[in-house]
């Protein structure tokens, strides 16, 4: 299985971004992805998650009604729609795939993209 996230990129505050994670090698429709992020000298922190069906979506509240998750199991791709960004937004941003547990932990995952960094300038 294998995780591809891209996307970001430098963008100034109040900016939006649209990241997007492709998976071969496992078909996405049946499992929950989430999103999360790594700020310099911070721990990864968990953004957002999403259902398989799509219908269900959970984000951390510091994201809350200025990000939107989704996916298209046709193409196999989740994304992350990133508007109103702040510089403290600024974090390379990891798509993972959910096993078991608690969503919002790290260790509720088993396969994690590269990450692609976003950066937003003030």
């Known amino acids: 299985v294998q995780l591809q996230a891209s996307g970001g990129g430098l963008v100034q505050a109040g900016g939006s971004l649209g990241l997007s994670c492709a998976c071969s090698?496992?078909?996405?429709?049946?499992?929950?992805m989430g999103w999360f992020r790594q700020a310099p000298g911070k721990e990864r922190e968990f953004v957002a998650t999403?259902?398989?069906?799509?219908?269900?979506?959970y984000y951390a509240s510091s994201v809350k009604g200025r990000f939107t998750i989704s996916r298209d199991n046709a193409k196999n791709t989740v994304y992350l729609r990133m508007n109103s960004l702040k510089p403290e937004d600024t974090a390379v941003y990891y798509c993972a795939s959910y096993s078991s547990g608690n969503y919002y932990y790290i260790s509720s995952y088993d396969y994690w993209g590269q990450g692609t960094q976003v950066t937003v300038s003030s």
């Open positions: 090698g496992r078909s996405l429709s049946s499992y929950r």
């Open positions: 999403i259902s398989g069906s799509g219908g269900i979506a």
